[in-house]
């Protein structure tokens, strides 16, 4: 049921005749889908989940501003955008730069899976929900000037009108086409070459083999067999350490000076995150007599080989849902 369904049902003209705990029911429906919005427009799960919460704040604040000339829905867009816009124009001074994104952080498949989802009859739609939430992507959203990118999520993810975006945004349509058109040649710009050819998934029975063969040579620790599953432009980071390494070679090497051979016991627990496939590594503590969380790796694959390895620290596992820690006795 929708919330402009359920305005309906409360018999009420307006919001501004809704009670604070009936306008949170409401508000509280499209929390998911607004939080994925503000983590597309920001890189960072944290900010995202401050940013609703300041939506739904705004919105209560405001609510007798809502004249249904739009859907609840979008009028809850409209604040979030703006609320992400306002945080973007105050925001670390630290930009994107070139690959790398130092706020990045990961988002649990788990929770968009609370997102609706989309009919068995739109499968572009389906995909564009997919690859618009990929690292590569969020990425390469991150270089865009704040308004160019919200014209660019609005537009092409969200399939609002230009003239909706341009109202939403103080601009003329002419403007927001003009927008558009920089942030798509932006986007051109960072993402990967094979884009449009990406086509696997958790699911592809070529890439559950690729991530069991990464798995197995990370946990032996065989720098070699790695090596082997990279592709010679293979691009890797670590946000929020500085730094990313591009080409085999590069990596290889760092990771031999980094000491990824004398690591001690490994165990592993494959996963999912941003709906690409990952990695979660744990390292044996003597201490705790126990696996404890070591790092996370996000992989991209294209074409038979890992193309990027985004890689979180030990702190994101419990936004993750994975386990704190894994028993000695269990199978390495």
């Known amino acids: 049921m929708s919330a402009d ?11 501004g005749e809704v009670d604070e705990p009936a306008f949170s029911g409401l508000a509280q429906r ?24 300041e939506t739904f704040l705004r919105a ?58 989309g009919g068995a009859d739109e499968p572009e739609a389906v995909a564009v929900a997919r690859e618009t939430i990929e690292l590569a992507y969020l990425i390469a959203v991150q270089h865009l000037a704040p308004r160019p990118r919200a014209a660019l999520i609005l537009r092409d993810v969200l399939d609002w009108p230009a003239k909706d ?19 798509r040649a932006g986007m051109r710009e960072h993402l990967p070459a094979e884009r449009q050819d990406w086509t696997g998934g958790a699911e592809d ?36 350490t500085p730094g990313l390494h591009v080409g085999r070679d590069v990596v290889v090497s760092g990771w031999v000076e980094d000491g990824f051979a004398d690591l001690g016991r490994l165990r592993a627990v494959p996963t999912s ?4 496939p990952a990695v979660a590594f744990y390292l044996w503590r003597e201490q705790e007599d126990a696996y404890l969380p070591l790092t ?37």
């Not at 306002?86 to 630290?94: G, H, I, M, N, Q």
């Not at 939403?168 to 920089?182: E, H, M, P, T, Y």
């Not at 946990?219 to 090596?227: F, H, Q």
């Not at 995150?273 to 690409?276: E, F, G, I, T």
Request: aromatic share 6%.
């Open 205 to 240: 029975a070529g890439t559950r083999e690729l991530v069991r063969r990464f798995t197995e040579a990370s946990v032996a620790k065989d720098v070699d067999r790695l090596a082997a599953l990279l592709r010679d432009d293979v691009r890797c980071s670590m946000p929020p």
């Open 273 to 276: 995150v941003n709906r690409q």
């Open 30 to 53: 499209h929390r998911r889908e607004l939080h994925v919005h503000c983590y597309r427009m920001l890189g960072s799960f944290e900010d995202a989940e401050d940013t609703v919460q």
């Open 165 to 183: 975006v341009a109202e939403l945004l103080g601009d003329s349509v002419n403007s927001v086409n003009s927008a558009l058109q920089r942030a």
């Open 60 to 117: 209560w604040r405001r609510r007798e501003t809502f004249e249904g000339r739009s859907t609840f829905r979008a009028w809850l867009y409209r604040i979030a955008t703006n609320a992400c816009l306002d945080l973007l124009a105050k925001r670390r001074p630290e930009p994107a730069t070139g690959g790398e994104v130092r706020w990045l952080q990961p988002y649990p498949d788990r929770l968009l899976d609370e997102l609706p989802a």
């Open 5 to 15: 369904t359920r305005l309906k049902e409360l018999g009420v003209s307006g919001l």
């Open 296 to 332: 996370i790796d996000v992989l991209r694959i294209t074409g038979g080989a890992i193309t990027e390895i985004v890689t979180f620290h030990d702190d994101q596992f419990p936004r993750l849902g994975l386990p704190e820690r894994l028993p000695a006795n269990g199978a390495e």
